[in-house]
């Protein structure tokens, strides 16, 4: 199982950009998909996920409707849009998947991550 995150990068504070998160080597439309995020000297906390239909989404309080999850089964792909971003939203992203839950905001529920994609917010 492969998942190979992309789309980071530097943005300025007020900006957008489009997580992507790949998967091969698994059903996808047998996992449900989340987000995580971990900034420096922090634990790494939930912030998106999506249930295997993609009918259902969850999202961390904290985003205050800011960030859209969804998935293609098509591409085997599930994207995080992020909008009106902020220097706190500063981290390494991590997509993951679990194949027994459907939209866990708990990281121990995914059984398999990606390596991660910085996201860095300037002010």
Known sequence: ???VESGGGLVQAGGSLRLSCAASGLTFHHYAMGWFRQAPGKEREFVA???RSGLRTYYADFLKGRFTISRDSAWNTVYLQ???????DTAVYYCAADAWGDGSSAAGD??????GTQVTVSS
Do not use: C, K, T
Request: net charge negative.
């Open 1 to 3: 199982v492969q998942l």
């Open 49 to 51: 996920a999506i249930s």
């Open 110 to 115: 995914y059984e398999f991550w990606g390596q």
């Open 82 to 88: 992020m909008n009106s971003l902020e220097p706190e």
